[in-house]
């Protein structure tokens, strides 16, 4: 069973930095799109950076400069680097990825970290 593992989340004060990690597990024998997600209280979820199927990498605007996704292909894993922090970067961040596990892909989703920011 594939499964996605976030770690690294936690509180931080406005201007901090904070390292997010996510992991694939399981029966899994190609992973296409990877990235991560956020989603604030009372607000719909959002792309915050990922790797796209066609291996470009695309951000969202609020976080171009201050955020950077990385990929270990060979561990199955992806992590952001997140610097300057500010309190409306406050969210659960969830990782997400297309996993071809078995003989079917999959959109697989981690568990969600929460990320907060005090001012």
């Known amino acids: 069973q594939v499964q996605l593992v976030e770690s690294g989340g936690g509180l931080v004060q406005a201007g901090g930095s904070l390292r997010l990690s996510c992991a694939a597990s399981g029966s899994i024998f190609s992973i296409n799109a990877m990235g991560w997600y956020r989603q604030a209280p009372g607000k719909e979820r959002e792309l915050v950076a990922v790797f796209t199927s066609g291996g470009s990498i695309h951000y969202a605007d609020s976080v171009k400069g201050r955020f950077t996704i990385s990929r270990d292909n060979a561990q199955n894993t992806v992590s952001l680097q997140m610097n300057s922090l500010k309190p409306e970067d406050t969210a659960v961040y969830y990782c997400?990825?297309?996993?071809?596990?078995?003989?079917?892909?999959?959109?697989?989703w981690g568990q969600g970290t929460q990320v907060t920011v005090s001012s």
């Open positions: 997400n990825a297309d996993i071809l596990g078995g003989s079917t892909w999959g959109d697989y």
